[in-house]
């Protein structure tokens, strides 16, 4: 069982340096060292413990039709190199971390090292963001992109753990810790000045409150607390778009994205099938030349499923909808079952897939230290549900 502490142990420190940007060595020496030790684990204890997340299959067929794109890429060696970043590191993540969170003393370990992690992060982007944005964007929480899907997919984890804390009658002192770390979470998401993060609090919130509530079989409650997260979250996005506008961001009618979908639907159709091969950016060169006059940003798709078309084709994006589906499909169990620590696992996970989704509909940071994080976390919401020793704790 020592072996097995160690195991979620690293598969913790993992995740907390995944909230972090510039972290890449360090994240992969500990991801090194989970897969050793979970490699362990597994042969020492097969009996004990489920060696395989649920998703194992879907997420195995994804990333074979990602490697099979090697045969037709533009790029073989950019879409090797982006197969082993975004699809076998994120599976060990996966791995490591659903492992991990089955040991004895993972409810233990897990929350306060992402806790001491989120902490951290937040308080390194305000205190960059009172020093300008050039000082932010370059920050060690990641800038605002990589900052708002960590914090998407942090939140929900800790309202889910605030409200198993109130029904489980945990100490005070830890329900205001929570507490005060779901503000400080609302108060770092406000200076990535990132519209989209309130829709996916919106999102994640009206779904939350929602769960909760038909649980209770408050389900009048539960609508009107939906509305009044969506409405919430709206007014802060109009005045997030004043402060963006105040900087000289584009307001929405004229944001470029909406001359970029079209033309990406244009290249889809060249190639509907197959995609252009695995890996963000294939056509970064001929975007970047069409869209000089416009935006140097505008080399990706800048959309989850538009960019899963551009690079796997349609075989691709279903592969995607099929994990992503089997993922909620795991949580919606978990989340309707009579077990209140599995429903706080459950509908956490389904939160942090709505959060992820929204905040990539328009853009594509499902990548690098975003998607292990995200898959990290999936990984241990998931052997947490699961773990033996779960209604003892």
């Known amino acids: 069982m020592r072996v097995h502490t160690a195991a979620a142990c ?12 510039h972290t890449v060595a360090l994240r992969l020496l500990l991801l090194a060292a989970g897969i050793l030790l979970t490699s362990i684990v597994i042969s020492r204890n097969r009996e004990e413990i489920r060696a395989l997340p649920p998703i194992w299959l879907p997420f195995l067929l994804w990333g074979a039709w990602a490697a099979l794109s090697l045969i037709w890429s533009l790029e073989p060696d950019r879409t090797l190199k982006e197969w082993r970043n975004e699809v076998f590191y994120t599976g060990a993540a996966l791995w490591i971390c659903y492992v991990g969170a089955q040991a004895r003393d993972a409810i233990r370990i897990f929350p306060p090292v992402l806790g001491v992690a989120a902490v951290t992060a937040c308080a390194t982007a305000l205190y960059d963001f009172a020093h300008g944005w050039e000082h932010y964007s370059v920050g060690w929480h990641g800038g605002p992109g990589d900052h708002s899907s960590a914090l998407l997919v942090l939140m929900p984890c800790v309202a889910m753990a605030g409200w198993y804390a109130l029904r489980a009658r945990w100490p005070l002192w830890t329900r205001a810790c929570l507490a005060a770390l779901a503000l400080l979470l609302f108060a770092s998401a406000y200076t990535t000045l990132n519209r989209t993060i309130w829709l996916g609090f919106a999102v994640q919130f009206g779904l939350i409150g929602s769960l909760v509530l038909w649980r ?28 963006r506008e105040a900087i000289g961001a584009k307001s929405i009618e004229q944001d470029h994205r909406l001359a970029l979908w079209p033309r990406i639907v244009d290249r889809i159709e060249e190639r509907p099938l197959t995609g252009y091969g695995f890996g963000r950016g294939l056509l970064r060169d001929s975007l970047q030349q069409e869209f000089r006059a416009l935006d140097q940003h505008l080399w990706h798709a800048h959309n ?22 089997a993922t909620l499909r795991e949580g919606w169990r978990a989340g309707r079952g009579p077990d209140e620590a599995a429903a706080a696992c459950g509908i956490a996970l389904l939160a942090v897939v709505a959060g992820m989704l929204v905040r990539n509909a ?3 940071l ?27 704790s």
Do not use: H, M, Y
């Not at 690293?10 to 940007?21: D, H, K, P, R, Y």
């Open 304 to 325: 989850i499923f538009l960019e899963a078309l551009l690079q796997l084709g349609i075989p691709g994006v279903a592969l995607l909808a099929v994990l992503l589906g």
């Open 10 to 21: 690293v598969a913790a420190l993992f995740l907390a340096a995944s909230v972090f940007g």
């Open 216 to 243: 209770a079989k408050a389900r009048g409650i539960a609508t009107a607390l939906t509305v009044a997260a969506v409405a919430g979250c709206g007014a802060i996005v109009l005045n997030i778009q004043a402060e």
């Open 362 to 364: 328009t853009d594509t």
């Open 366 to 392: 499902l990548v690098r230290q975003n998607a292990l994080l995200f898959w990290g976390v999936a990984g241990v919401l998931l052997g947490l549900v699961v773990r033996p020793w779960r209604a003892s």
